[in-house]
Structure formats: structure tokens, C-alpha cells
């Protein structure tokens, strides 16, 4: 089984080039944002305390998280492996994940971490928000998602650097040009 972790600050094209590794490479794409949204539409019980959480504004636990976690992987035990898109966010998120891979019997094969320089990823936000509409990408709340992405998830990259796992790749560039650059470290 291959299980693949891609970082990379808001706007750093994480989700896209998610889906395009996990088509070519046949992985199960977990999206920790999708899945919610999911378990809380299909009324599960895991979405069902997932949502009483939400309503209180309050951030989904770690332990509910790893336990919808391994939910799908359980539900997906004929996937050559999984991409973790959006998770873990904190070291105490990757310490969970990796004692639920242990119980699996499974790790993490590969980190990726799609490098992007503040100002493009501002850009890049201000611009998806003026096509699609989005109210949540404004210059504050993109500043903000930073300084937490800088904050919470940066410190990740040393964690699984010291594992001999990680690849910086740079976000700049073509979708393409970005893909075959992940592919030539992943091949």
C-alpha cells in the first residue's frame, strides 16, 4: 500500500494536484474538508457528532477526525493506498495518523510540500475569489490562513523531513509542469 501526505499553503494547488496523483497513481483521495462535509450530508453517525460539534463553531477533535479516518480506510481496503489531502495539520494530528497506520499495519511512503511564495498564493487567492465568488478569500482572511498554515503545519515538514520523507517541490509553474515534477520524485 502507498500513502502519500500533500502540503502546501491555501492556494498552493494541493487539492488539484491531489486528484491528479490519485488518479495516476490509483490512490484513494481523502480529503479531511470533503469527507466532513459527507459523513454530515449522509447524516452518519460520525457525521452526526461531527455536525453538533460544527454548530458550536468549534473545530472538529483530532480524535474524531482520525476515527473518520480510519473509517474510510477501512471502507477502502481494496485501495492500492491513500493521499492524504488537508491532513494532518498539526504534529498532533501526524503522531495520530501514524499510530492508526501502525494499528493498520501500513506508514506514510512520501510527503510532498508544494512550495509557494506569500504574495502568490494572496494572488492566486484574490483571483479564485473574484471567479468563483468566494467571500472567504479576502486579503485578511488569506493573511490569516497563513499565518496559521506558517503557525501549525510548517513545523510537519521538519517532522517528516527527519523521516527521509519529504520533497519540496515548487508550486510555481504550469498544472503540468508541477504534476511531472511530484511524478519524478514519486516514480
Given amino acids: ?28 483521495h481523502v480529503s479531511t474538508g470533503d469527507i466532513l462535509r459527507s459523513e454530515v450530508k449522509n447524516q452518519t453517525v460520525l457525521g452526526i457528532k461531527a455536525q453538533a460539534i460544527m454548530n458550536t463553531g468549534e473545530l472538529v477533535p483530532d480524535e474524531l477526525l482520525i476515527e473518520i479516518l480510519h473509517a474510510v480506510m477501512e471502507n477502502n481496503k481494496n485501495a492500492k493506498g491513500f ?9 498532533v494530528q501526524a503522531k495520530a495518523l501514524d499510530q492508526l497506520l501502525v494499528k493498520m499495519q501500513v506508514s506514510i511512503n512520501n510527503v510532498i510540500s508544494l512550495e509557494v511564495e506569500d504574495d502568490e498564493v494572496v494572488n492566486r487567492l484574490l483571483k479564485r475569489a473574484e471567479i468563483e465568488g468566494r467571500k472567504d478569500d479576502n486579503t485578511e482572511t488569506i493573511n490569516n490562513r497563513l499565518t496559521v498554515y506558517k503557525s501549525q503545519t510548517c513545523p510537519l515538514l521538519e517532522y517528516y523531513d527527519k523521516q527521509k520523507k519529504l520533497y519540496r517541490i515548487d508550486g510555481i509553474g504550469t498544472i503540468d509542469s508541477i504534476f511531472k515534477s511530484i511524478c519524478s520524485k514519486l516514480d
Avoid: V
Avoid at 7 to 16: A, D, E, I, V
Fill in 1 to 28: 500500500m502507498f500513502n502519500l501526505i500533500l502540503f502546501g499553503p491555501p492556494g498552493s494547488g494541493k487539492g488539484t494536484q491531489s486528484i491528479k496523483l490519485a488518479e495516476k497513481y490509483m490512490l484513494k
Fill in 83 to 91: 493521499i492524504f489531502d488537508g491532513f494532518p495539520r498539526t504534529i
